[in-house]
């Protein structure tokens, strides 16, 4: 039921999606940090038009995996016309070990809140404080189906 509410909403096309293992009022910018070449950007709050964008880093967040250094990649290959792909990636190891209580949060924005960012079709930011239209709680059983397995290695 949860994933469906989303998907609805993406269809609309009004909206805009976050996904994190913290349950709070207001999110803030932050600096997004890719692991490989640092900091992302300048301090935003980081949205997608895409629901399972923000459902798989809702689940796969160190809310979930506390005590692990696992890996998680998530991405989009965006093309000519405008349109993406989505690509999850995790290690077979971290998909075994998540409960099916594994919960998180995706937080729903109006997407005239939010700017494009150039060349990355999935993703929008935010660089003020938005308050959130609504926020869903997600499971482990609403994460995409697309979900690879791969990348074993840890930081």
Known sequence: PEKQEL???????KFVFHGTGRDVALLTPHQAVD?????????????????????????FCKRNFPDSNFVFQS????????????EFVV????????PDSA????YIFNKKDFS??????????SRTVVK???????????????IKLGIEDTL
């Open 7 to 13: 998907l609805n909403l993406e269809k609309t096309g």
């Open 35 to 59: 692991i490989k070449s640092g900091p992302d950007r300048k301090p935003a709050i980081f949205a997608s038009p895409a629901a399972d964008f923000a459902i798989f880093l809702a689940i």
């Open 75 to 86: 991405g989009a290959f965006t093309h000519e016309d405008g349109s993406f792909k989505l």
């Open 91 to 98: 290690p077979q190891a971290a998909l075994e070990q998540l």
């Open 103 to 106: 919960c998180g949060w995706v």
């Open 116 to 125: 494009p960012i150039k060349g990355r079709a999935a993703e929008c930011e």
């Open 132 to 146: 959130p239209v609504k926020r869903i709680k997600v499971f482990k059983r609403d994460l995409p189906k697309n």
